[in-house]
């Protein structure tokens, strides 16, 4: 009889990154938890796909605002097995310039990001821990480390999630758990080109190209893998050399 698969849980699995994070696990050998709140055509469909290629996927779908229906079902998937990866991608972006960012830009965006990171987060912990082995990447951004015109509320989101990253890192270290964060530059999507044509990528990026979301996700596969068991409390950049 054969192990059965470590679970894995990608949160935002249905958005472009979280897709190809999803992909990543799956094509590793995990059974794949693809999470969606308003788009679960998208994860029903990322879900097909992974399962064509010979995978084992899942939709979950939840608010990770919402704390209570989050752990409903989060309960329901422990009932069988612990989570022992765990990929918090869930984000939102409300742009605006500070002085005229209003109170709900703020708060969504900081929601997302850090109520959502401990809605999911906290209820897998303990079972988790008992496994003693686990993996936990949360995905940052360039904005918290270099700052973005705009952004004042996604970067202190992000900043404070690359603080909860190395806080939890310490607590679960000896229980065999890493934490990490992975900080993506520009990515390529529909929505940084809408943001950045060739001419500002050029002038930002020292490789003079964005990057791929399978490229992030070949990081967050290493991060999740048995191989960097060593790794841990760490922000790492994949961003083409931006400073």
């Given at each position: 009889?054969?192990?059965?698969?470590?679970?894995?849980l990608?949160?935002?699995?249905?958005?472009?990154?979280?897709?190809?994070?999803?992909?990543?696990?799956?094509?590793?050998?995990?059974?794949?938890?693809?999470?969606?709140?308003?788009?679960?055509?998208?994860?029903?469909?990322?879900?097909?796909?992974?399962?064509?290629?010979?995978?084992?996927?899942?939709?979950?779908?939840f608010?990770?605002?919402?704390?209570?229906?989050?752990?409903?079902?989060?309960?329901?998937?422990?009932?069988?097995?612990?989570?022992?990866?765990?990929?918090?991608?869930?984000?939102?972006?409300?742009?605006?310039?500070?002085?005229?960012?209003?109170?709900?830009?703020?708060?969504?965006?900081?929601?997302?990001?850090?109520?959502?990171?401990?809605?999911?987060?906290?209820?897998?912990m303990?079972?988790?821990?008992?496994?003693?082995?686990?993996?936990?990447?949360?995905?940052?951004?360039?904005?918290?480390?270099?700052?973005?015109?705009?952004?004042?509320?996604?970067?202190?989101?992000?900043?404070?999630?690359?603080?909860?990253?190395?806080?939890?890192?310490?607590?679960?270290?000896?229980?065999?758990?890493?934490?990490?964060?992975?900080?993506?530059?520009?990515?390529?999507?529909?929505?940084?080109?809408?943001?950045?044509?060739?001419?500002?990528i050029?002038?930002?990026?020292?490789?003079?190209?964005?990057?791929?979301?399978?490229?992030?996700?070949?990081?967050?596969?290493?991060?999740?893998?048995?191989?960097?068991?060593?790794?841990?409390?760490?922000?790492?950049?994949?961003?083409?050399?931006?400073?």
């Amino acid at each position: 009889m054969s192990a059965p698969k470590v679970r894995a849980l990608v949160t935002g699995g249905s958005g472009a990154l979280g897709a190809a994070i999803c992909r990543r696990l799956g094509a590793a050998g995990h059974l794949v938890y693809v999470h969606a709140n308003r788009n679960e055509a998208a994860a029903q469909e990322l879900v097909r796909e992974i399962r064509d290629a010979g995978g084992e996927a899942h939709t979950l779908a939840f608010d990770v605002t919402d704390t209570e229906s989050t752990r409903a079902v989060l309960d329901r998937i422990l009932e069988e097995a612990p989570v022992q990866i765990l990929v918090n991608n869930a984000a939102i972006h409300d742009d605006a310039a500070f002085p005229g960012m209003s109170p709900l830009q703020w708060q969504r965006v900081i929601d997302v990001s850090l109520k959502g990171f401990y809605n999911v987060t906290q209820p897998l912990m303990l079972p988790m821990i008992r496994t003693r082995w686990g993996r936990i990447v949360n995905i940052s951004s360039v904005a918290a480390l270099l700052g973005n015109r705009g952004q004042v509320n996604y970067a202190a989101a992000k900043g404070a999630l690359n603080a909860a990253t190395k806080a939890l890192s310490l607590e679960v270290a000896r229980r065999g758990i890493t934490v990490n964060a992975v900080a993506p530059g520009i990515i390529a999507s529909g929505m940084s080109a809408a943001v950045f044509d060739e001419a500002a990528i050029a002038a930002l990026v020292p490789m003079q190209r964005a990057g791929s979301a399978a490229e992030v996700a070949s990081l967050v596969g290493y991060l999740a893998s048995a191989e960097a068991g060593y790794i841990t409390g760490q922000i790492i950049s994949v961003n083409g050399g931006m400073a």
